[in-house]
Each structure stands twice: as C-alpha cells, then as structure tokens.
C-alpha cells in the first residue's frame, strides 16, 4: 500500500492531524492485508461518494473504500540534515514514503509555542525545503564522488547518470525542489535508487484555525503560501483545520454539521485532503460491485486491465480474458451490469485498456 508523510516543524499540528485522521477516517486493516502496523503508521479510508451510490443501486452487504497508509513523521528540525535533533533518523523516515503532506502552521495562537518564535509559514516552508535540499546534496555528492573514484566503470548507464546529478544539483542550488522540474522517464529511473527527498510529490496543507476556516485562500497566511508556491512550483495546496479534525469525532452527528455551519464552510477539509493526496500518489480508483460487497480498488494512473484484475487476485490477471465495464456515471443512470448489457452499453475491454477512474469492473478470466 502506498503511503504518504506528514512532515512539518514541531508544533504545526501534525500529531493532532494524525491522531484525528486516522480515528475519523480508520480504515478496516483486516481488508487490506498489506499495510504496515506500527505506532506512527495509519490507515486511513479515501472518501469516495461513488462507493455508497453503487453500493445503493447493488444493494450490497458491505461497502470497502480505497485506504492509504499515513505517517506521523515528527521532529523534523532546523539543521535536521546535520544530524540535529533527531535529524538523520527522521530523514530517513521521509525516504521511505511515497508521497510527503507538508504540514504548514497558518494558525496564530500565542498559547501554543512556535520554535522559531513567531508565526511565519513561508520561513517555515523554507527551513523544511533546506532541510531537505541539504540532505539531497549530500546524497547527489556521495553518489558523484562513487562516479568519480570509478565505481561503475564501462556501465554505459554512467555518464548520463553523472549528467542527470548535475542537473540535480543545479536545481538545488537555485533553491528549489526536485520535484518541480521536468524529468525525462530515464532520469526518473535513475535517480529513483537515490530516493532523493525533494523528488517526493509533495502536497502543502495549511492548517488555520477553525474561525478562518471560512475564510479560505483570502486568509494572509495562507494567501503568502500560495504566493510562495506560485513562484517555486505547481505544487498543490489543502487548507484544513486540525484542531477541528480533533473535536469533530467528539461530537454527535448531527452536531457536527451544525457546527461547521456555525464555522461557514460545508466540510472539514481532510475529505480534500485523503483525496489529493490519492492523486497525488499517482493513484486511481475502479469498482467491483454485487450484493456482496462494493469495493473501490486502487491501481496506478495508466495501468492496463489485466494489471487492474492482479490488484483483485494474482489469478485474474494470468487467466485474463478480458473486462467488462461502464463508467461510473453510465452504471449511474442505467443502474445494473443487466440493463447496461441490454442497452448496449457494456464495454468489453481487452488486455491493451488502460483503466479509468471510475470504471466499474466484471472480470472474465480463465482459472
Ligand atoms: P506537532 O508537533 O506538529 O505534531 O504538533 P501537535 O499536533 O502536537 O500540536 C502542537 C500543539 O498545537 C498542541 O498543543 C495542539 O493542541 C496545538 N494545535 C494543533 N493544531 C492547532 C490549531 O489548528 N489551532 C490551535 N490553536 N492549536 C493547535
């Protein structure tokens, strides 16, 4: 299962975020028998409106979401690439997630203590984005001086290896993330065994507080992120509230929604959240749905119908003959893989289709 980090300075609410996340939106680990166990590490549910339609006009017994798994990262500090705090350690945490959720503080809030004494999201953007930077470049060097000692010697890989470093190291120098730049399928290959930090897809989540929830991207905060990111990156941005995540499961349902009319907004913010950040893992949801059950399955952005048929079961995608499918909003309107059929609206799909996000899935397969 793939997963993502929240990383962000102490204090900036990223334990709250967690623990709320992953009580509001925990996800039944006995379905998804990949996912890791550990204090830090949650599984949460992708919220997905389709799934309860389809579980509706199937009428099924049981509905099971898309889920992701999320990391608390905690500590990560200036000077952190120097081995400071907890530094190497946490670092080491970041390479191994698959996508990082910067956590930026937009609240104020003299109460809670900010480590470097005042409120400023995009200084603390930047301390992050050094840290980061600084422990890319020390891998970028390990890896040049490995080049130039002759490690790799007749590898016909070496010298654009040894090209795609410099350029590395070139964006780093101008200060900006690995991610943002444009990088041929090649290079991404070879700089993938680096697992360089600033080459994450990275998601920034402003976290305000819940009175300036209404007040959306006008809040200055966050207006300043925007600004900041504008310049650096197409990066995309959530803004949420923590503090609200945590209260919210206290409350009973009917009070919630009135509290967050009594805030002006229709929602929390994390539904936003949990579903960039599925897109921002490169992922993408089909259905299977009967009586049974109702489930959203997870495949990578481009996968072809007989990988989509593995994530179900490995024998599906060996005896795969082919998939019949409609597209969420067709299964919609006519309402059963039956009516759809007599309607002529029933694709059959081979092996060569790339599956959509949405697609409601019956394999045929040989076992
Ligand atoms: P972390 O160090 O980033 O994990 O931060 P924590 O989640 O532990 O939060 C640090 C402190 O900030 C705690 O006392 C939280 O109650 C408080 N806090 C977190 N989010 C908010 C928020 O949105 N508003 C306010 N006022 N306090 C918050």
Same mark, same amino acid.
């Given at each position: 299962?793939?997963?993502a980090?929240?990383?962000?300075?102490?204090?900036?609410?990223?334990?709250?975020?967690?623990?709320?996340?992953?009580?509001?939106?925990?996800?039944?680990?006995?379905?998804?028998?990949?996912?890791?166990?550990?204090?830090?590490?949650?599984?949460?549910?992708?919220?997905?409106?389709?799934?309860g339609?389809?579980?509706?006009?199937s009428?099924?017994r &049981?509905?099971i979401?898309?889920?992701?798994?999320?990391?608390d990262?905690?500590?990560?500090?200036?000077?952190?690439?120097?081995?400071?705090?907890?530094?190497?350690?946490?670092?080491?945490h970041?390479?191994?997630?698959?996508?990082?959720?910067?956590?930026?503080?937009?609240?104020?809030?003299?109460?809670?203590?900010?480590?470097?004494?005042?409120?400023?999201?995009?200084?603390?953007?930047?301390?992050?984005?050094?840290?980061?930077?600084?422990?890319?470049?020390?891998?970028?060097?390990?890896?040049?001086?490995?080049k130039q000692?002759?490690?790799?010697?007749?590898?016909?890989?070496?010298?654009?290896?040894?090209?795609?470093?410099e350029?590395?190291?070139?964006?780093?120098?101008?200060?900006?993330?690995l991610?943002s730049?444009?990088?041929?399928?090649e290079?991404?290959?070879?700089?993938?065994?680096?697992?360089?930090?600033?080459?994450?897809?990275t998601?920034?989540?402003?976290?305000?507080?819940?009175e300036?929830?209404?007040?959306?991207?006008k809040?200055?905060?966050?207006?300043?992120?925007?600004?900041?990111?504008?310049?650096?990156?197409?990066s995309a941005?959530?803004?949420?509230?923590?503090?609200?995540?945590?209260?919210?499961?206290?409350?009973?349902?009917?009070?919630?929604?009135?509290?967050?009319?009594?805030?002006?907004?229709?929602?929390?913010?994390?539904?936003s959240?949990i579903?960039?950040?599925?897109?921002?893992?490169?992922l993408?949801?089909f259905?299977?749905?009967?009586?049974?059950e109702?489930r959203?399955?997870?495949? &990578?952005?481009?996968?072809?119908?007989?990988?989509?048929?593995?994530?179900?079961?490995?024998?599906?995608?060996?005896?795969?003959?082919?998939?019949?499918?409609?597209?969420?909003g067709?299964?919609?309107?006519?309402?059963?893989f039956? &009516?759809?059929?007599?309607?002529?609206?029933?694709?059959?799909?081979?092996?060569?289709?790339?599956?959509?996000?949405?697609?409601?899935i019956?394999?045929?397969?040989?076992?």
């Amino acid at each position: 299962m793939l997963r993502a980090g929240i990383v962000g300075l102490p204090n900036v609410g990223k334990s709250t975020l967690f623990n709320a996340l992953t009580k509001s939106h925990k996800a039944e680990t006995a379905n998804y028998p990949f996912c890791t166990i550990a204090p830090n590490v949650g599984v949460v549910e992708v919220p997905d409106p389709r799934l309860g339609r389809l579980a509706e006009l199937s009428r099924s017994r &049981r509905v099971i979401p898309a889920a992701i798994e999320l990391v608390d990262i905690a500590g990560l500090v200036a000077g952190a690439s120097q081995g400071e705090g907890l530094g190497n350690q946490f670092l080491a945490h970041i390479r191994e997630v698959d996508a990082i959720i910067h956590l930026v503080r937009c609240f104020t809030g003299p109460e809670v203590h900010h480590v470097a004494g005042s409120v400023d999201p995009v200084r603390d953007i930047e301390v992050i984005h050094t840290e980061l930077a600084l422990a890319d470049l020390a891998t970028l060097d390990r890896q040049r001086e490995k080049k130039q000692r002759g490690n790799g010697h007749g590898d016909p890989r070496t010298p654009v290896l040894q090209g795609c470093i410099e350029k590395a190291r070139a964006i780093l120098d101008r200060g900006m993330p690995l991610f943002s730049e444009r990088w041929t399928q090649e290079e991404k290959a070879l700089l993938r065994a680096f697992q360089l930090l600033t080459m994450k897809p990275t998601l920034y989540a402003c976290n305000v507080a819940e009175e300036a929830l209404c007040q959306g991207a006008k809040n200055p905060l966050v207006e300043a992120v925007v600004r900041f990111l504008e310049d650096r990156s197409d990066s995309a941005l959530v803004i949420l509230s923590s503090q609200l995540e945590a209260e919210l499961p206290t409350l009973l349902p009917e009070e919630r929604e009135s509290y967050l009319q009594v805030l002006g907004v229709s929602e929390s913010g994390v539904t936003s959240l949990i579903q960039a950040t599925y897109r921002l893992l490169g992922l993408r949801t089909f259905f299977t749905s009967g009586e049974k059950e109702t489930r959203a399955w997870t495949i &990578r952005a481009g996968d072809r119908a007989p990988q989509a048929a593995g994530v179900i079961h490995s024998d599906f995608e060996r005896g795969f003959i082919a998939a019949e499918c409609a597209s969420f909003g067709e299964m919609e309107r006519l309402g059963s893989f039956a &009516r759809l059929r007599e309607a002529g609206r029933l694709r059959v799909e081979g092996k060569d289709y790339v599956v959509e996000d949405g697609d409601v899935i019956e394999f045929r397969f040989n076992v």
